[in-house]
């Protein structure tokens, strides 16, 4: 296999791709003389020298990889691919909302991705049942361990909310926090690199909620699990806050280094201070931050995506003891396509549901 990683780092420098790319494709490049990193130039700096060496190092391979937001990648990413048109196509979508599913399993199975990884386990079961010719893989969200990490300054505040808030919830933790005189982190602006990371483990809480994005058509959500959950944990620092409802928290991480609260911010008073005298806090944290930082970081990400393109699958992915023996998630971690004639059907169903669908576009921010 020689495979090539198109890098959309110099086409979108938004936050999130610096947390994303760099520590997963160095898992998956490691030191293999058979992977290379191709980064397309925006078009705006697309000059014939740029173009010629992208279309060289593309053409060199038989394998490509790239990650993208939704239901479609960036331009240049896209039209990078089309140099080497016969060469096994892959690629890993990190928001696949629910309004997108549609757009998504049209796009994988004509393009004859190989596979689709989907970071969300609501959406991968519904295009595999949807879309039965495709090939999708539950690859979840992961932490950036390279930023998230325990430190030795003690840990000064009580909480921290980094990014989108909840605002019942913040609200609800802001009087908990007032009435106690405690120190409660939060900001309007986003911190990013060392600052972020330095603020997440300097708390004694981290506090984590699902996001949700609304199909306006079928009135339905997603709920699956972001990267806070494991970004918290990397950190050294315990979860407070509420499950997302598809179960993915359970499958991968221990229920033990959470708090969990009622989204309302109704019961927050209560579990906290129950939380507070429990001895076996800080063991569960730092068991489960250990977990993080071996199992479920981006660069280990990157190595379960090099093992699954060069040796197939299932997906080698690390699964708490009940969620070991879940068929659904055993489906979801390999891209065996469904047998039987049932197949034109499903696939002739999923194009009507994609005729159907309202234009829709992801947000650019996690």
Request: glycine residues 8%; negative net charge.
């Given at each position: 296999m020689e495979l090539g990683l198109l890098s959309n780092m110099l086409v979108d420098r938004q936050p999130y791709w610096q947390a994303y790319v760099p520590p997963l494709f160095l898992g998956i490049a490691g030191r293999r003389d058979n992977v290379r990193i191709v980064e397309p130039p925006p078009f705006a700096w697309a000059r014939p020298i740029g173009r010629k060496s992208v279309r060289s190092q593309v053409k060199a391979c038989d394998t490509l990889f790239w990650l993208q937001l939704s239901s479609r990648p960036a331009a240049e990413i896209h039209l990078?691919?089309?140099?080497?048109?016969?060469?096994?196509?892959?690629?890993?979508?990190?928001?696949?909302?629910?309004?997108?599913?549609?757009?998504?399993?049209?796009?994988?199975?004509?393009?004859?991705?190989?596979?689709?990884?989907?970071?969300?386990?609501?959406?991968t079961t519904e295009l595999k049942r949807r879309f039965p010719l495709g090939k999708f893989v539950w690859l979840p969200h992961a932490g950036n361990t390279d930023i998230f990490y325990p430190r030795k300054e003690g840990k000064p505040n009580f909480a921290f909310y980094m990014g989108r808030r909840?605002?019942?919830?913040?609200?609800?933790?802001l009087k908990y926090c007032e009435e106690r005189q405690l120190r409660y982190l939060y900001s309007d602006k986003f911190l990013f690199g060392e600052e972020l990371g330095r603020a997440a483990s300097s708390a004694k809480y981290f506090v984590v909620t699902p996001r949700e994005v609304i199909d306006p058509k079928t009135k339905i959500a997603f709920s699956p699990l972001s990267p806070r959950y494991f970004e918290g944990l990397a950190?050294?620092?315990?979860?407070?806050?509420?499950?997302?409802?598809?179960?993915?928290?359970?499958?991968?991480?221990?229920t033990d280094a959470l708090c969990e609260v009622s989204l309302d911010g109704s019961d927050l008073a209560e579990r906290l201070d129950q939380d507070r005298q429990n001895l076996d806090n800080q063991r569960a944290v730092d068991a489960a931050t250990t977990l993080v930082r071996k199992h479920h970081s981006w660069r280990r990400r990157g190595q379960q995506?090099?093992?699954?393109?060069?040796?197939?699958?299932?997906?080698?992915?690390?699964?708490?003891?009940?969620?070991?023996?879940?068929?659904?998630?055993?489906?979801?971690?390999?891209?065996?396509?469904?047998?039987?004639?049932?197949?034109?059907?499903?696939?002739?169903?999923?194009?009507?549901?994609?005729?159907?669908?309202?234009?829709?576009?992801?947000?650019?921010q996690i």
């Open positions: 990078a691919s089309l140099n080497r048109l016969g060469a096994r196509r892959a690629n890993f979508i990190i928001d696949a909302w629910k309004p997108v599913v549609s757009k998504i399993g049209m796009a994988a199975t004509i393009e004859r991705l190989d596979p689709c990884f989907i970071a969300y386990l609501e959406a909840h605002e019942p919830l913040h609200q609800a933790l950190a050294g620092t315990r979860l407070l806050g509420a499950l997302p409802e598809s179960g993915e928290y359970n499958a991968l991480l221990p995506i090099y093992d699954f393109l060069e040796r197939g699958g299932p997906l080698d992915l690390h699964l708490m003891p009940r969620a070991r023996k879940s068929a659904d998630i055993a489906a979801a971690l390999t891209s065996r396509i469904a047998g039987g004639l049932q197949q034109s059907a499903a696939f002739d169903a999923g194009l009507a549901d994609a005729e159907q669908d309202q234009p829709w576009t992801s947000g650019n």
